[in-house]
Every structure is written in C-alpha cells, then in structure tokens.
C-alpha cells in the first residue's frame, strides 16, 4: 500500500532532480573556496593556505622532484648499458698497400656495419657513491622544504598580527569617533543652553579630526600591509582577505614554558647541516676510491657489410663478436687524487665548526627570542592594567563633566589617555604573539 499522493510522489521526484542539479554548482564553489579564497581566514587557514600556494614552497616541492629523478637517473647506470651503431661509408678511393713490392688494393667501395654492444659496471665509485647517498639526497631535498616551510609560517604569522595591530587601531578609531561625537554633540548643546562657552565644543572638534584622520592614515597603511600577506600566502591579488580572529583566545595562548632549554638537534637547521655532513662523509670516501680501478663487463657483436657494387652490399655479412672484462686504474694524475682527498677532508673539518656555531647562535637566539617574549609579557600586563584604570578614569570623568564638577578639558585628557592605553595593550598583545613564535623556533617546535 502507498502512503504518497501521486502529487507528492511527482513533487518529491521534482526536488531530487532539483538537487542533484545543484550539487555540481555547490561542488565547484567548494573546490574555489579551498583552491581560490578563504572563507574563514584564522591564522591556522592562513598559515595552511600559504604552505600550499606560496610559489617558493611549490618550488621546493618541484626541488624534491627533481632530485628524485635526478637520484634514478644515477642509479641507472647500474643497469646494463646496451646501445646500437650503424654505419654505412663509401670508399672513392680504396685504400692501396704495398705488400710484397706490389700495390694491393685493401677493402671494397661499399662498406656497412652495424654494432651491438653491452656494458656492466662491476666496480664504479660514481654508481656506488649514487646508491649509498639516495636516501640522505632524498631527505636533504625533504628537510629544504621543511626549512622553507618553516621560515614562511613564521613570516606569515607575524605579518598576520601585524595585520590585526592595525585592524584593531581601526576598530579603536571607529569606537571613538562615535563616542567623540557624542561628546561633541553635548558640547554643543552646553554651549548653545550658555551652561559652556565654545572652547570645549571646538576641543571636542579637534579630537574628533584627530581621530578621524588617525583612522584615515590606519586605513592606507592597512592596505599596504594586506598586501604583503597576500604576496606571502601566494593569495589572488583581486580577492579580499577578511582575517577572523577572537582577541579572547589569543590572550590565553600568550603563555608558554620559559624554563624550557634549547636544543640545538630539534632545529631544522641543524638536521640540514647533519645530512650535508654525511653526504661530505660519503665525499671523502668516494675520493678515496680514486686509486681503486674501474671494472666493468662489456661484448659486441657486429655486422660487417662489404661489397664493390652498391645494390648488393648486403648481400654478405662477415659478423664478428666479442666479450671483454675491462680494467681501468689511472696511473699518475699530477697528484690530482690527493688534493681532492684534502679538501674533502677540510670539508668535512669545516661542517663540524658550522654545527658548533649553530649551537652557539641557537643558544644566544633563544635566550633573545625568550628575553623579548618576557619583556614583552610584562608590557602587556602592564597596559592591560592601564587600559583597565583608563577606562574607569573616563567613565568618572565623564560623569562628572555631565553633572558640571569637571571641566571638558578633563575629559578630553582621559578620552585621549583611554585610546592610547587601549592601542597600547593591542600593540603589546600582538608584540607578545610574535615574540612567542620566536621563541618557539628557536626550540626547534615549529617543524612542518
């Protein structure tokens, strides 16, 4: 039995072929809404979209690329190495010898060969250095692109709350303006009911102006500074980029553990210079196998073509083959062999000296970076308790300067005071983010 109305079975089919019309639609505007813009730009969608569209990230990935291909085309030369000759000469001439005190004619007008040769390496120091070093030249490739990633999660990150320090001096602006003109607006009716004469309603004008242009030249330098994210991120220079942000929850990640130690080995910079080390390792090993001869298994076969007339040329075919071992070992090179082996040697002296003094900077970049996070993290707590005491300063005033105990003057004062300690604790808000990514890679935690 059905329980649907034809009507409502009509309808129903309707609104399905209704949908799955749509859903191309909607699947296309999600893949532009990952691929093209964000809809939500947070710092970890802006620092992800930036890992995946800034081109220097994208060359680093092409890098990685290339020498993988670059690591097979090496190994290939272990293979057997099998190649096909082809010739075809015609002799005007042929050449003649005196053999017995009588001219001989040696050869044929019309000479063709064809070669099939085979080569295997047995002992080469190229092929061997090639296959031992694959996988640290895999992961030196690897850990350039963690190194970029790194350094431009930084940058982004920073110019994000550098951003927001702006943005936020706006929304400040937009806050005063509405309570200046307000103010600007009791004046006025002060001085039109006599109760005050034109001097606050032209102060109040001022501090409106002031205000007014500060936000002005915010917004200009705004534009600027949107701009370098967007060229950071690799974002379409024609779409707008709308931050999202909760002030509430960036004052709670403010904090961090200063009693942590740094360690040098966490850096991605030091994993670098390990691998280049091992690669140099393998360097000085590979000059060493230079008084080692180079062995290898090779054989032909060939097709010998010969004849006076031209249309039958390959009529006959004297074929030759052969199998060879060849062994090759450079006698004397001038001492050639041993100064490589020196400066593969020094090279490898002066990487150890390059990780010294990397633990060396990372020491002193720490203690920086965590020096600069603390006094900003005092700044802060200082400006957000000056920020609080501004606030009740103003509202008293205000109330006062309304009831007629305090002059305008007053409240001008305080609403400057206000906006100042407000801009400062932002500054100081934002100052304590960046000064915390410092120090986070300075202890090797930010890795991607």
């Given at each position: 039995?059905?329980?649907?109305?034809?009507?409502?079975?009509?309808?129903?089919?309707?609104?399905?072929?209704?949908?799955?019309?749509?859903?191309?639609?909607?699947?296309?505007?999600?893949?532009?809404?990952?691929?093209?813009?964000?809809?939500?730009?947070?710092?970890?969608?802006?620092?992800?979209?930036?890992?995946?569209?800034?081109?220097?990230?994208?060359?680093?990935?092409?890098?990685?690329?290339?020498?993988?291909?670059?690591?097979?085309?090496?190994?290939?030369?272990?293979?057997?190495?099998?190649?096909?000759?082809?010739?075809?000469?015609?002799?005007?001439?042929?050449?003649?010898?005196?053999?017995?005190?009588?001219?001989?004619?040696?050869?044929?007008?019309?000479?063709?060969?064809?070669?099939?040769?085979?080569?295997?390496?047995?002992?080469?120091?190229?092929?061997?250095?090639?296959?031992?070093?694959?996988?640290?030249?895999?992961?030196?490739?690897?850990?350039?692109?963690?190194?970029?990633?790194?350094?431009?999660?930084?940058?982004?990150?920073?110019?994000?709350?550098?951003?927001?320090?702006?943005?936020?001096?706006?929304?400040?602006?937009?806050?005063?303006?509405?309570?200046?003109?307000?103010?600007?607006?009791?004046?006025?009716?002060?001085?039109?009911?006599?109760?005050?004469?034109?001097?606050?309603?032209?102060?109040?004008?001022?501090?409106?102006?002031?205000?007014?242009?500060?936000?002005?030249?915010?917004?200009?330098?705004?534009?600027?500074?949107?701009?370098?994210?967007?060229?950071?991120?690799?974002?379409?220079?024609?779409?707008?980029?709308?931050?999202?942000?909760?002030?509430?929850?960036?004052?709670?990640?403010?904090?961090?553990?200063?009693?942590?130690?740094?360690?040098?080995?966490?850096?991605?910079?030091?994993?670098?210079?390990?691998?280049?080390?091992?690669?140099?390792?393998?360097?000085?090993?590979?000059?060493?196998?230079?008084?080692?001869?180079?062995?290898?298994?090779?054989?032909?076969?060939?097709?010998?073509?010969?004849?006076?007339?031209?249309?039958?040329?390959?009529?006959?075919?004297?074929?030759?083959?052969?199998?060879?071992?060849?062994?090759?070992?450079?006698?004397?090179?001038?001492?050639?062999?041993?100064?490589?082996?020196?400066?593969?040697?020094?090279?490898?002296?002066?990487?150890?000296?390059?990780?010294?003094?990397?633990?060396?900077?990372?020491?002193?970049?720490?203690?920086?970076?965590?020096?600069?996070?603390?006094?900003?993290?005092?700044?802060?707590?200082?400006?957000?308790?000056?920020?609080?005491?501004?606030?009740?300063?103003?509202?008293?005033?205000?109330?006062?300067?309304?009831s007629g105990i305090k002059a305008y003057l007053e409240v001008i004062t305080s609403e400057t005071d206000l906006r100042l300690a407000r801009i400062n604790y932002y500054n100081a808000l934002y100052q304590v983010l960046s000064t915390k990514i410092d120090v986070q890679k300075a202890l090797g935690q930010l890795n991607y």
């Amino acid at each position: 039995m059905s329980y649907w109305s034809k009507s409502e079975k009509i309808l129903f089919t309707l609104i399905a072929a209704l949908s799955l019309l749509h859903m191309p639609y909607r699947l296309m505007a999600q893949s532009s809404s990952e691929n093209g813009t964000l809809d939500k730009a947070t710092l970890e969608e802006v620092v992800r979209y930036a890992l995946r569209n800034q081109p220097l990230i994208r060359q680093s990935i092409i890098d990685e690329r290339i020498t993988e291909n670059n690591i097979k085309s090496r190994l290939a030369d272990w293979y057997p190495q099998i190649n096909f000759n082809y010739n075809l000469q015609h002799n005007f001439i042929v050449q003649t010898s005196i053999i017995g005190g009588n001219p001989v004619k040696l050869g044929v007008s019309n000479l063709s060969a064809g070669q099939f040769t085979v080569s295997q390496p047995l002992f080469n120091r190229d092929v061997l250095l090639a296959r031992r070093t694959q996988n640290d030249v895999r992961l030196q490739a690897s850990q350039l692109t963690s190194s970029n990633k790194t350094d431009l999660a930084v940058d982004v990150s920073k110019a994000f709350y550098d951003v927001l320090t702006t943005l936020q001096q706006i929304d400040i602006a937009n806050e005063d303006i509405v309570r200046l003109e307000r103010s600007l607006k009791d004046a006025q009716n002060q001085y039109k009911a006599g109760v005050a004469d034109k001097i606050d309603y032209k102060r109040a004008l001022i501090s409106l102006n002031n205000t007014k242009a500060s936000k002005k030249s915010n917004e200009e330098v705004l534009k600027g500074k949107l701009e370098y994210l967007k060229s950071l991120m690799g974002y379409p220079k024609e779409q707008s980029l709308n931050l999202q942000y909760d002030s509430l929850q960036m004052e709670r990640e403010i904090f961090l553990d200063t009693l942590q130690g740094a360690q040098y080995t966490s850096r991605i910079e030091y994993q670098l210079l390990s691998t280049q080390k091992r690669l140099l390792e393998y360097n000085y090993q590979y000059e060493k196998w230079s008084y080692l001869p180079t062995v290898a298994a090779n054989g032909a076969y060939n097709l010998n073509f010969q004849n006076n007339r031209f249309f039958d040329l390959y009529t006959k075919n004297f074929p030759n083959s052969f199998a060879a071992i060849t062994f090759s070992l450079p006698l004397y090179q001038g001492g050639k062999r041993k100064l490589n082996i020196n400066t593969a040697e020094w090279q490898l002296k002066r990487i150890d000296l390059e990780i010294k003094r990397l633990q060396l900077n990372v020491n002193a970049e720490y203690a920086r970076a965590l020096g600069n996070y603390k006094g900003s993290l005092t700044n802060l707590l200082t400006q957000k308790e000056n920020m609080d005491l501004a606030r009740e300063v103003y509202d008293i005033l205000q109330l006062q300067y309304r009831s007629g105990i305090k002059a305008y003057l007053e409240v001008i004062t305080s609403e400057t005071d206000l906006r100042l300690a407000r801009i400062n604790y932002y500054n100081a808000l934002y100052q304590v983010l960046s000064t915390k990514i410092d120090v986070q890679k300075a202890l090797g935690q930010l890795n991607y």
